[in-house]
Every structure is written in structure tokens, then in C-alpha cells.
């Protein structure tokens, strides 16, 4: 079933339980690799970027058990060290296998990830900074061949750019190298938090030692380890802006308000109620929508993730707003769509301009990424009439069963073929 029937317009109003978080469960997942003792992860979710990620593992020899509740992953088998395409082209975060197949191995021929539509995602900070551990790197025909025939080696290594893949990447390799590590300059997103709490379950030597800096010791012995995935903030976003945008009335579960405070405090500026409890939060949705000016930036600032999302709440503004993406290059392919369905939105280089007031009409509808997917259910929420949305194995790579959690608080929407 590759497209979604939506008919607006709905107001929102129930419960939501958030599901496990792609964006931590991905680098986690890789870092199953250093170990040659069972792990039970849990709490991951069912989307389609982690079914990946289990073949990508089961290709490099891991004996992975999934009995729907807990994935138990066995590496004490696991001895190859190519990552092909065909698996990382769909799922950029493949490239995070590298670091810990040369931290283990001391080897590894990773496929580059390739472009998506938001960007040419290169990898070059993953490699520089992987040098710095020893690591010597070739590119050849669109593989990372890599190898430290000395083993990895500690170092000092300051991120010429904040990057959330590349800081993972570089924890994870560091915790089997030899010495200290410390790196600075590094993505502190809740998902690399909980990567490192899980490498810390694992028994790796890991300290935060100041807001972007982090020690790293390697270490030689690994443990048995379960852990739980910690929710998924940018599914609770887009929630939280799916009942503002229908003057909807949701209890989102499951997520600790802490994480995406960011996004509540401009919520409560374009007009939300919002309260927060320790693991919940309520929000009302106001007929009166106020605008406002955002740019994304790295954590704690305005994710990048959630910027389609927001562009289709303040097409419903009492004025105009400005978006400025400062974290890709391309991440507006939602504007061409939402401005098929009655919006007025203008780009220049890395502003959006957001007319407010808008109508959205629905219409039938190209999905282009994950997150301008689900911005396309939103703008169809918010419109009269039926709209259907094409190319939605995009939102399936990273939104657990959404037409039923929406079908769940209200909302008109099946899958058809
Ligand atoms: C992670 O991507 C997320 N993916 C993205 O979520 C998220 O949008 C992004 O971080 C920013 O928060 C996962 O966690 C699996 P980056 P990542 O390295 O690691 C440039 C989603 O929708 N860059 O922080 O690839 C890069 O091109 C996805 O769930 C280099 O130039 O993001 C981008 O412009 C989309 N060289 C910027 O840095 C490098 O070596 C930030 O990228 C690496 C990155």
C-alpha cells in the first residue's frame, strides 16, 4: 500500500503514546558491533530505518533474535567488515557501522551513504576525525576502505563542525582504542546521550566533562547488557504541532518534557497551552495562531527535524513568519507541495517566508523525505476535502504505525494502494 487518504479537516483530541526513538536506536544498534557478549535492546521501533539496520547488522555476521518486545543481538560470531550499498543507500545512518568495525577489527569497507533529498550528507568530518585515531582511508568507487593496522589510538579531537552522525561515530570507535580520547566541538542531542548511557551499561569508560566535551578510555572487556531506547522527541513534536495546527486537545504519553523544551516554548508563543508533566504532556491548541521567526540550529536549539512540521502551522498564522534551515542544504522540498495545496511560501537560498492566514486545500500530494511526508499529513489534516499522499514508504522509514495512532485521536486516514 504505497499512498495515504486523508480527509480534513479534523480536530485532534485523545492520547498518544510515543514510540522508541529511530534517531537513538540507529547509532545503538552500531555500537552493538563492539561487543561480543548478548544485548537485549527494547523499546525500539517499528519503522522501516531499523529494519534496515538489522539487516545491515545480520549482513556483517550478527545473530539477531526479534520476539517483537526485545531484539537480542549476539556478536560473538560476527567477523565481516563490509557494509554494502544496497543497504546503506537507503539508510544514511549505515555509515555509523565504521566506527566500531575498525575499533574491533581494525578494518572495514563501508559504503558512502550517498545524497537524499535534504542533502549530499557527506561523511568527511567521520573520516577526518577517524584519521586522528589512526585510521587510514581510501575512497574507491563509492566505498570507504578503511583500516588501522595498529588498532585505533587515542586522541584529542575537536570537531571542526557540530555533527551528530560524526560524534557518534567517533564515541563509538573510541571506546575500544588504546588511551585516553577527548573529543570537543560534539552534537549533545538526547540520542547521543543515550547512546552513551548504553555504551556505559556496556561497561565503556565514558564521561561528559563539559557541555561539547567528552573523555573517552578505552577499554578491553565489554558486558552482557539490556537496555531500554529512550522515546522519540521529534514523533512527540510533530504531535505536539499536529494539535496545534487543528485547535486539537492531546495528552502526549511516554515522553519527558525536559528533552524538547525548545519546541514547547515556541509552541506557548504561537498560542498553545501547554502543561507539562513528569511524563506527559497536554496541549490545547488556540484558534488564534500566532507567527513567529525560527531558525534550526543543533540541540538545544530548534531541530532541523521538525521544520516541515512547523512550516505548515504557521501557513495557519495571523502573519507572516521566516524560516531559516541552517542544518541542510536542501531540506525545503515540502514548499513546492504545501504551496500546491493553497500556501504561500517563497525561498531564497536558506529563508523560507511563510504567508499566514492560509486555507489549505487538498489535493493529491508526492511525499520527498521523512519529515516532509508527515508535513504533508499535517497541511492534509487541515484542509477540507480528500487529499492523498503519494511515496509514503518515506514516512514508513521513521513513523511507527502513524495512521493509527492518528485514526486513534480522530483523524480520517487509511493507506490505499
Ligand atoms: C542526524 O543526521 C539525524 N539522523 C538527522 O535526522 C538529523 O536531521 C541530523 O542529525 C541533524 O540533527 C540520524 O540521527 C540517523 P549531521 P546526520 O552529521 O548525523 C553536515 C531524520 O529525519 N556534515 O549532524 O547525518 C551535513 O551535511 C534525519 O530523522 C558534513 O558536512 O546529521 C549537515 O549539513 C534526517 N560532514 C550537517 O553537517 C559530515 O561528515 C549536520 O549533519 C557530516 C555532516
Not at 275 to 300: F, R
Request: with cysteine.
Amino acid at each position: 500500500m504505497k499512498k495515504l487518504e486523508v480527509f480534513g479537516a479534523a480536530k485532534l483530541k485523545g492520547q498518544i503514546r510515543i514510540s522508541g526513538s529511530k534517531n537513538a536506536s540507529l547509532p545503538i544498534l552500531a555500537a552493538t558491533l563492539l561487543s561480543d557478549k548478548k544485548i537485549f535492546l527494547t523499546n525500539l521501533p517499528k519503522v522501516k530505518d531499523i529494519e534496515t539496520m538489522v539487516l545491515l547488522l545480520k549482513s556483517l555476521g550478527s545473530t539477531i533474535e526479534d520476539n517483537k518486545k526485545t531484539l537480542t543481538i549476539n556478536n560473538n560470531k560476527q567477523t565481516k567488515t563490509f557494509a554494502a550499498y544496497n543497504l546503506v543507500k537507503t539508510m544514511r545512518a549505515g555509515i555509523l557501522v565504521l566506527g566500531p568495525l575498525l575499533a574491533k577489527f581494525g578494518k572495514a569497507k563501508v559504503s558512502l551513504p550517498g545524497g537524499c533529498a535534504i542533502g549530499s550528507r557527506p561523511v568527511d568530518i567521520h573520516l577526518q576525525a577517524l584519521s586522528k585515531l589512526g585510521v587510514k582511508y581510501k575512497i574507491i568507487q563509492g566505498y570507504v576502505h578503511a583500516n588501522a593496522p595498529r588498532g585505533l589510538v587515542g586522541a584529542n579531537i575537536k570537531f571542526p563542525k557540530i555533527s551528530v552522525g560524526a560524534t557518534e561515530n567517533l564515541i563509538i570507535a573510541a571506546c575500544l582504542a588504546n588511551g585516553k580520547t577527548t573529543l570537543s566541538n560534539c552534537a549533545i542531542e538526547p540520542e547521543i546521550k543515550d547512546l552513551v548511557n548504553f555504551l556505559i551499561k556496556m561497561k565503556c569508560n565514558i564521561k561528559w566533562t563539559s557541555k561539547r566535551t567528552i573523555k573517552i578510555n578505552g577499554v578491553n572487556n565489554l558486558s552482557e547488557t539490556k537496555y531500554e531506547v529512550m522515546p522519540d522527541r521529534i514523533e512527540a513534536g510533530t504531535y505536539l504541532i499536529a494539535a496545534a495546527l487543528t485547535e486539537g486537545n492531546l495528552k502526549i504519553v511516554g515522553i519527558d518534557p525536559k528533552i524538547i523544551s525548545t519546541e514547547i516554548d515556541i509552541l506557548k508563543k504561537v498560542g498553545a497551552k501547554i502543561i507539562k508533566k513528569k511524563n506527559e504532556i497536554l496541549i490545547q491548541g488556540s484558534k488564534k495562531i500566532k507567527n513567529i521567526n525560527i531558525k534550526t540550529s543543533p540541540y538545544p536549539g530548534f531541530p532541523t527535524d521538525l521544520q516541515a512540521q512547523m512550516m505548515v502551522l504557521l501557513c495557519k498564522a495571523n502573519k507572516k513568519s521566516f524560516i531559516r534551515e541552517e542544518i541542510f542544504e536542501n531540506r525545503f522540498m515540502h514548499v513546492a507541495e504545501l504551496n500546491r495545496m493553497g500556501a504561500k511560501i517563497s525561498v531564497k537560498g536558506n529563508k523560507a517566508t511563510i504567508e499566514g492566514n492560509i486555507k489549505f486545500e487538498a489535493a493529491e500530494l508526492m511525499a520527498t523525505d521523512l519529515r516532509a511526508s508527515v508535513s504533508l499529513i499535517l497541511a492534509a489534516l487541515a484542509s477540507k476535502g480528500k487529499s492523498i499522499i503519494n511515496r509514503i514508504y518515506h514516512l514508513d522509514r521513521g513513523y511507527e504505525s502513524i495512521e493509527k495512532k492518528l485514526k486513534k485521536i480522530g483523524a480520517k486516514i487509511r493507506r490505499i494502494n
